[in-house]
């Protein structure tokens, strides 16, 4: 079982260029998100997802688009890159009626803007 | 609003002595409650969950929380540190959606 899966681990962008993180989860997962991490300040959620179809904001989610067309896949994408997406991203998921089997993690996806 | 908010920053504790980190919360209700541990330069693993039933909770790394619905608290405590324990700590309430609100994290330094 592999969990949630996301890729690349590391990225540098230019400012201006556009990118996908990709993320899969092989445990049939409702619910998925999408996590950015920056220093002194936690993690704050950007889009996420209840079901392939169905995605909506999160609390930062200008310069971020999200798709969902599958229950395994949701990759989040940068159109436009800028310095201030310079950050730790991570993807969760959970089955929606059993959080006491807590949430997934992916290991992160470090980006840098220059 | 949902919040979440932890005062401590930065917590330094010497080997073997007690640690509690806090955690309060804004919530309308009692929303599932998560602490998670990150390890410099890995990803998140929860070290324990409060849903209902017994406040006192007890995770892994001999690690517990209590939840205290009077003081909307959600305290992480260890009676004695080891130095693996540094890293940074989040203190997580879930809400709708089963959306994740993260705290700013406490970092713990352990001095030898």
């Known amino acids: 079982n592999a969990g949630v899966t996301q890729t690349p681990k590391f990225r540098i962008l230019k400012i201006g260029q556009s990118m996908t993180l990709q993320c899969t989860q092989d445990?049939?997962?409702?619910?998925m998100y999408w996590y950015r991490q920056d220093p002194g300040m936690g993690l704050k959620l950007i889009y996420y997802?209840?079901?392939?179809?169905?995605?909506d904001k999160g609390e930062v989610p200008n310069g971020y688009n999200v798709s969902r067309s599958t229950t395994e896949d949701f990759p989040l994408r940068l159109e436009l890159a800028a310095p201030s997406q310079t950050s730790v991203y991570f993807c969760?998921?959970?089955?929606?009626?059993?959080?006491?089997?807590?949430?997934?993690f992916g290991s992160g996806t470090r980006l840098t803007v220059v | 609003a949902q919040s979440v908010t932890q005062p401590d920053i930065h917590i330094t504790v010497s080997e073997g002595a007690s640690l509690e980190l806090r955690c309060n919360y804004s919530?309308?209700?009692?929303?599932?409650l998560f602490w998670y541990v990150q390890s410099p330069g890995q990803g998140l693993q929860l070290l324990l969950k409060?849903?209902?039933?017994?406040?006192l909770v007890q995770g892994i790394k001999g690690f517990e929380a209590e939840f205290k619905r009077s003081q909307s608290s959600f305290n992480l405590r260890k009676p004695s540190v080891h130095w693996s324990d540094a890293a940074e700590y989040f203190c997580?309430?879930?809400?709708?959606?089963?959306?994740?609100?993260f705290g700013a994290g406490t970092r713990l330094a352990v001095h030898p």
């Open positions: 445990m049939n997962h409702n619910y």
């Open positions: 919530y309308g209700a009692t929303p599932y």
């Open positions: 969760a998921s959970i089955l929606g009626q059993r959080l006491n089997y807590g949430y997934t």
């Open positions: 997802s209840v079901g392939a179809g169905i995605t």
């Open positions: 409060y849903f209902s039933g017994d406040t």
């Open positions: 997580a309430p879930s809400g709708g959606y089963n959306k994740l609100i």
